[in-house]
């Protein structure tokens, strides 16, 4: 009896001194989720501590002025260093297409997943979804129950798991260079708070949508025992949590919590930007330490960086107050003129961009190559 108290004791101390007083280790949603998963999912915790990750969106693919050049990255070119965080868009995959709606060749993206994983780099992957009944793209929303139809028992359901077939097939296919599954984020339906994709909130109700992410979930986990993913949901911005809730899919079916969240061009936009930044960072962050869940700002920026003190005057002054994962800022197109998040070689807010970068919190990869 002394000896089981005892070993109950030293447990209990072992496991505390560990894990620091009252903090918990996060537990992944997908239980059978792969050892390196679990990893990442933990290392994303006690980065918390450390700082605040930045992330572009196809940084490694193509930047204003180039594509796919060894070693590119507009990011890099400003600052001298990588983004710790890689966006990537799954868009057209399910089409079989061989590149995504972005120009990214499927191939090629796994090549720069390998090896920004490999470098220590984590990757995030959005889904731009065709309107599977209309054609159309993910923006067509002329008719509101094309995910009424995905459901189990609705007419595009088989078609809608065959999609997510070609989706396991692509995360089966992310293979680190010993053939283990690379454990990546995946953040499917976002910004489903605003009404201009077919997920959105005019186009289906809280209930459908959480019927969908769940399916999603369970079909990806269990039927194709997909199990190197990590679940962020990641609404618009959104007034109150009460209204980020309204269509959370669940804990069991979330491990991070992100929003989306740009920066405008009218008068008030500052303004309005860092309300919204600090109204759903709170969201975010009081949930996620109510749920031992992760928090993020999953999509930022401001078109253009029409703003030249943008980064360290508006940016980081802001989402710097809380302790998040990351922030991504959206991709520097090479063929649609002024659509950039990121500063390049010549942009005036390169000075500035360079200056947040070099804050002790913000944290990059010093080597791609
Ligand atoms: C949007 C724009 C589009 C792009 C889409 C998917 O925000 O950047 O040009 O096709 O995201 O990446």
Not at 154 to 159: D, E, I, L, V
Not at 213 to 235: A, E, K
Request: aromatic letters at 14%.
């Amino acid at each position: 009896m002394k000896q089981l108290l005892f070993a109950t004791l030293l447990l209990i101390a072992v496991t505390s001194c560990s894990q620091g007083k009252g903090e918990k280790q996060p537990v992944l949603a997908d239980k059978n989720a792969t050892q390196e998963t679990k990893d990442l999912y933990q290392l994303l915790s006690q980065r918390l501590k450390k700082g605040i990750m930045l992330g572009h969106q196809d940084d490694l693919a193509y930047g204003v002025g180039w594509y796919m050049l060894p070693g590119g990255s507009n990011v890099k070119d400003v600052t001298g260093r990588y983004p710790a965080v890689f966006g990537w868009e799954l868009g057209d995959l399910e089409l079989h297409d061989p590149y995504n709606l972005d120009s990214v060749y499927f191939s090629d993206m796994k090549a720069l997943v390998n090896r920004a994983y490999a470098k220590g780099g984590i990757n995030t992957f959005s889904w731009h979804a065709d309107n599977l009944v209309t054609g159309g793209s993910a923006w067509d929303c002329k008719q509101d129950s094309v995910v009424r139809t995905c459901l189990l028992g609705g007419s595009n359901h088989a078609r809608f798991l065959a999609w997510l077939d070609i989706l396991a097939d692509f995360f089966a296919d992310l293979k680190d260079k010993d053939g283990k599954p690379i454990p990546v984020l995946f953040r499917p339906f976002h910004e489903n708070t605003g009404n201009w994709f077919w997920w959105c909130a005019e186009q289906c109700t809280p209930k459908e949508y959480k019927q969908l992410w769940r399916m999603t979930f369970d079909y990806l986990t269990n039927t194709r025992q997909i199990h190197n993913l990590i679940w962020v949901y990641s609404p618009a911005g959104v007034p109150s949590e009460e209204k980020y809730l309204e269509r959370y899919p669940g804990n069991k079916y979330v491990d991070i919590l992100g929003f989306d969240s740009y920066m405008g061009n009218s008068e008030d936009a500052a303004d309005a930007y860092t309300k919204q930044l600090d109204t759903n960072l709170t969201i975010v962050t009081d949930l996620s330490e109510k749920w031992n869940k992760i928090p993020t700002l999953s999509e930022t920026g401001l078109e253009a960086i029409t703003v030249n003190n943008y980064f360290t005057g508006i940016l980081w002054p802001t989402i710097s107050k809380y302790n998040i994962s990351y922030f991504l800022l959206w991709r520097n197109a090479f063929n649609k003129p002024n659509h950039f998040f990121a500063p390049y070689p010549g942009h005036p807010s390169g000075e500035d961009f360079k200056k947040m970068a070099a804050d002790k919190r913000i944290i990059m990869i010093d080597n791609y190559l």
